[in-house]
């Protein structure tokens, strides 16, 4: 694997990650711990998404439940905070 390639799989767990998508990003820093394994950083990023993940969530993606809303959204506001808190940031804005 080349370092541009490497790169972007590093970016995109590191995306995966912030939008909370640790079943995704997890299996992307393994392959990255795989290619390069004496490198320390990607192993510490991939034992702390480890540590943060519950076994059903490593069972299965469909296991991992939604956050129910606390109430429905009643203005655009808060249709932009719910979308926003799942991760839709375009739409959010656009509302």
């Known amino acids: 694997m080349d370092e541009g390639t490497r790169a972007a799989l590093e970016a995109r767990a ?3 990650t912030r939008r909370g998508d640790l ?3 997890l299996k992307t820093y393994q392959q ?8 320390a950083s990607l192993a ?6 480890e540590e943060n993940l519950q076994p ?9 439940q939604e956050p129910e809303a606390a109430h429905a959204p009643r203005s655009p506001l808060d249709q932009a905070e719910q979308l ?3 991760g839709d940031y375009g739409a959010a804005i656009a509302l």
């Open 14 to 16: 590191d995306r995966a």
């Open 23 to 25: 079943a995704d990003a």
């Open 32 to 39: 990255l711990c795989a290619d390069f394994p004496d490198d």
């Open 44 to 49: 510490e990023k991939k034992r702390r998404i």
């Open 56 to 64: 059903m969530e490593l069972a299965s993606p469909k296991a991992r």
């Open 84 to 86: 926003a808190q799942r």
